[in-house]
């Protein structure tokens, strides 16, 4: 095996998957700054979720948004809902781990807030609960998902944001949720600071 060609072919491959995103990806993410931007400056919040590593990516985003991306500038409301060990397992042994985020939303989430619910198949259990959740408290979705949006691409409503990656492979999408996370990320300051 010629584990250098190995790991050249994933760079490859992550390098393409993102460059074939651009075309159909660059508007929705664009609208999605501006989405999170509104909520942001209206003195809303941004709540989080996902599994695994869209977990990781909700906790990542939080923390870009509470602390800084790159540039100095003050706090920004965002809540990943993954980081509560005890609401996690209380939640998942007294109702079960398909309520472990929509009791979150349902306690935490107001009119005016968004939810950005991450899966990479669109097809995990309690990110459609807390989608849900998030519907009946009138809060807009920003959905990242992959291998054409499952169930969750199907329950968006009209103003809801759908970033669906084009790729089937896990790993592609989440490298390329991360770099979506990125652009939400700079676009939110660039509109907040004023940077061209």
Same mark, same amino acid.
């Given at each position: 095996?010629?584990? #250098?060609?190995?790991?050249?072919? %994933? ?14 990806? !660059?508007?929705? @993410?664009?609208? +999605? *700054? ?19 590593? !869209?977990?990781?990516?909700?906790? %990542? ?7 800084? =991306? ?5 706090? $920004?409301? +965002? @809540? ?7 609401? /996690?397992? +209380? ?5 079960? =781990?398909?309520?472990? =985020? ?15 619910? #991450?899966?990479? !198949? ?8 807390? #989608? ?9 979705? *920003? ?8 169930? @969750? ?7 809801? *944001? ?7 492979? &896990?790993?592609? @999408?989440?490298? &390329? %949720?991360? $770099?979506?996370?990125?652009? /939400?990320?700079?676009? *939110?300051?660039?509109? $907040?600071?004023?940077?061209?």
């Amino acid at each position: 095996m010629d584990l #250098i060609a190995r790991v050249a072919q %994933h760079f490859e491959d992550s390098a393409q998957t993102k460059l074939n995103a651009v075309d159909a990806m !660059s508007a929705p @993410i664009a609208a +999605a *700054i501006e989405t999170m931007t509104a909520c942001l400056l209206n003195g809303s919040k941004i709540l989080a979720c996902g599994n695994g590593g !869209s977990a990781a990516d909700a906790q %990542h985003f939080a923390a870009e948004l509470v602390g800084r =991306f790159e540039a100095e500038r003050q706090e $920004l409301a +965002a @809540i990943a809902l993954t980081t509560d060990s005890s609401i /996690l397992t +209380a939640v998942g042994n007294d109702y079960g =781990f398909a309520h472990v =985020f929509s009791r979150q939303v349902r306690a935490l989430g107001h009119a005016g807030d968004v939810l950005l619910a #991450i899966s990479t !198949s669109g097809n995990s259990g309690n990110v459609i609960e807390a #989608i849900k959740a998030a519907h009946e408290h009138d809060m807009r979705i *920003i959905a990242l998902t992959g291998k054409g949006g499952g169930e @969750i691409g199907e329950m968006l409503r009209d103003d809801d *944001i759908h970033l669906c990656v084009p790729a089937d492979r &896990t790993a592609r @999408i989440q490298e &390329t %949720h991360l $770099l979506i996370i990125h652009c /939400l990320c700079d676009g *939110i300051d660039a509109l $907040l600071l004023g940077v061209e």
